[in-house]
């Protein structure tokens, strides 16, 4: 069955440190890739997508994330941490055609001063 | 500015009431969908439109139905409300075409059944 996973539900970084957050989708067909941020009590907002164009897609905010076909893998970076990135961030999926997306569970991250 | 408005932002229903969310957007957009979030599930699809009075099950269709009458609305129905369905409600709208996959959310309606 196609499915995303994300790997951690928690992750807390120091201002200023790397960010990254892990996920990983399982396909038998290229699929479309999506990362949404939450901010608290809003709903989702793209964040950025990977439809095929290039493997390393820029984001908003200073957001990035690099597909690796061979590990199946669809992480987010940023290079340094500010306090207004905590929020919770879902990975998502889309095969076949991008309209019906499968989500991750979510990984909601924290930034200490 | 684009915008998917949801009727209410939180609502406390007892157990048997007939609940509706409504869910407006502006942006013209064919397809409208209807998510659960619940902590620790991510978010699970209750049902799809990919047009007016269209309607596909999603994930988890069970309880809930949905009704499409006009291209910009999109409404859950909960027939006999029940504790379980006691979650936050997100729905959101895509273009077709080549920003498709590219969801607008609303800011969600948060559910509690007692």
């Known amino acids: 069955a196609q499915s995303v996973t994300q790997l951690g539900s928690h992750v807390s970084v120091s201002e200023g440190a790397l960010v990254l957050l892990r996920c990983n989708y399982s396909?038998?067909?290229?699929?479309?890739l999506f990362w949404y941020v939450q901010y608290p009590n809003q709903g989702l907002q793209l964040l950025l997508k990977?439809?095929?164009?290039?493997?390393l897609v820029k984001g908003i905010n200073g957001f990035e994330a690099e597909f690796k076909k061979s590990e199946t893998s669809f992480h987010l970076t940023k290079p340094s941490a500010h306090m207004s990135d905590a929020a919770e961030y879902f990975c998502?999926?889309?095969?076949?055609?991008?309209?019906?997306?499968?989500f991750g569970t979510g990984t909601r991250l924290q930034v200490f001063p | 500015d684009v915008k998917v408005t949801q009727s209410s932002r939180y609502l406390v229903k007892r157990t048997g009431e007939k609940v509706f969310l409504e869910c407006v957007q502006d942006?013209?957009?064919?397809?409208m969908f209807w998510y659960r979030q619940d902590p620790g599930l991510g978010l699970r699809l209750i049902y799809f439109?990919?047009?007016?009075?269209?309607?596909e099950k999603g994930d988890i269709p069970e309880g809930y139905s949905v009704s499409r009458e006009k291209k910009e609305r999109f409404s859950l129905i909960l027939e006999s409300a029940s504790t379980n369905q006691t979650s936050m409600y997100l729905c959101?709208?895509?273009?077709?075409?080549?920003?498709?996959?590219?969801?607008?959310f609303g800011e969600g309606s948060r559910l509690t059944v007692l």
């Open positions: 990977y439809t095929s164009a290039a493997t």
């Open positions: 942006m013209d957009h064919e397809n």
């Open positions: 396909s038998s067909v290229p699929p479309y």
């Open positions: 959101a709208s895509s273009s077709s075409g080549e920003n498709t996959g590219e969801l607008f």
């Open positions: 439109s990919y047009d007016v009075k269209m309607k």
């Open positions: 998502a999926v889309a095969f076949l055609t991008a309209d019906k997306l499968i």
